[in-house]
């Protein structure tokens, strides 16, 4: 069992920047692949970013690309999300997640429903 806690959401100005955290207790980071996902009013879940465990991947939204870094830090058992240049169309609860580390399908890595721990997800609110 991985429990995930994310932390750092709030209220931005458009433009300005905030830094999510994902820590990991129960067991090791190790072997997981880790993706932040976010779901705003009305819609879907939607992956933002993943980073993959074999390899050190990173894959993104096209919405995000060039304003959003994903990193992880498997000695601090912590994923990050760097988020600049925010938009009001960010506004969304964000969750990380963890799935298996054997999964290289990028497809696979964007699918909600191929991860197997989630955590509870942190407000983002970028106001116009």
């Known amino acids: 069992q991985v429990q995930l806690v994310e932390s750092g959401g709030g209220l931005v100005q458009a433009g300005g920047s905030l830094r999510l955290s994902c820590a990991a207790s129960?067991?090791?980071?190790?072997?997981?692949?880790l993706g932040w996902f976010r779901q705003a009013p009305g819609k879907e879940r939607e992956l933002v970013a993943v980073?993959?465990?074999?390899?050190?991947?990173?894959y993104y939204r096209d919405s995000v690309k060039g304003r959003f870094t994903i990193s992880r830090d498997n000695a601090k058992n912590t994923a990050y999300l760097q988020m600049n240049s925010l938009k009001p169309e960010d506004t969304a609860v964000y969750y990380c997640?963890?799935?298996?580390?054997?999964?290289?399908?990028?497809?696979?890595?964007?699918?909600?429903?191929?991860?197997?721990?989630w955590g509870q997800g942190t407000q983002v609110t970028v106001s116009s």
């Open positions: 997640a963890a799935q298996p580390g054997d999964v290289q399908t990028v497809q696979h890595m964007f699918s909600p429903s191929r991860y197997n721990y």
């Open positions: 129960g067991r090791a980071f190790g072997g997981y692949n």
């Open positions: 980073i993959s465990w074999i390899g050190g991947s990173t």
